[in-house]
C-alpha cells in the first residue's frame, strides 16, 4: 500500500473528482478526511470506502466561511490524530458564462471558493505540517489556469490564480521540506462540467477516476522529486 499511515483532507470530496481521490487515497492505507456542504454525499463516500476496508471522516464545511475552513483543517488534524500528510485544495465553484453577464457575486463567490478557501486552508494546516518538517499540497487548479477559455473568465482567474499561489508558496516552503504543487485537469466527465458545458458531449471525456491516478502519483512521488504543475489533457479531440 503506497500510502499506508498517511492522512489526507480533501475537500469537494463527495463526487466527482475529489471522490474519486479520496477513494484512491484510501485503497493505498492513507486515513481520509472528507469535507464539503452536502452531508449525504459524503456519508455515501465515506460509507463506501469503510465497507473496503478504509478509514474515512466526514466534516462538513462550506468553503466561502473564511473562519470555517481553519476550523476544518483544526478538526481534521485532530480527528487524523494529530498529523497531516496531505491537503488535497479540490473543491470548486464554476459559473461560465459571457462576462457581462457575470454577477459581482458570481465573481466573488467563485473567488471565495476557488482561491480564498485555498488561502484559509494552507494558512491552518501550516504549522502542523512545519513541525514534521513535511507534508504535501496538492492544488487543483485547471488546463483554466493554463489558457483563457471562452465564458470563463472568473473561472479563468481563479485557476490562474491557484497556479502563482502554488509555485510561489512551493518556494518558500521548500526549506521547510513541504510540497506545494497544482494538478491542472482538461476535461473531465463531473457534475461540474454537466451543469456548465451542456451542450458538450462528455462520452470521450476523462473521468474522474484517470485524474485521481494522477493525483496519487504526485502523492507518492519521491521525496527527492517535485512536481510544479502537472497538466493531465485529454488524449483525443481538442486540447482540452
Ligand atoms: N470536471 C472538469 O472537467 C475539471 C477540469 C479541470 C479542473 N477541475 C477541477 O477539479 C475539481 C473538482 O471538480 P469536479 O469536476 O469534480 O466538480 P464537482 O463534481 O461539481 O464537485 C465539486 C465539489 O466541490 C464541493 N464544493 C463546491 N462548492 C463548495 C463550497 N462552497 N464549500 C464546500 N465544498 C464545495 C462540492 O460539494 P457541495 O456542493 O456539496 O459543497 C463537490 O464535492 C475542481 O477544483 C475543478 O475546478 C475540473
Redesign the pocket.
Known sequence: MLLKGKTALI????????QSIAESFAREGCEVAL????VD?LEEVARKIEERGGVAHVLP????NGEAVEKLVRDSIATLGGQIDLLIN?????CFKPFEELSLEEWQTTLD??LTACYHSIQAVLPAMKARKQGRIIN?????GLKGIRNQTVYCAS?FGLIGLTKALAIELREFGIGVSAL?????A????AENMPERNQDD?MT?ED?AHAALFMATQSDRTATDILHVRRFQGDPL
Open positions: 475537500t469537494g470530496a463527495g463526487r466527482g473528482i475529489g469535507s464539503a456542504r452536502s454525499e464545511c462550506d468553503l466561502r479540490n473543491a470548486a465553484y464554476a471558493v476557488n487543483i487548479s485547471s488546463v483554466s485557476k491542472c485537469p482538461g476535461g473531465v463531473t457534475r461540474l462540467t471525456w474522474p485524474i
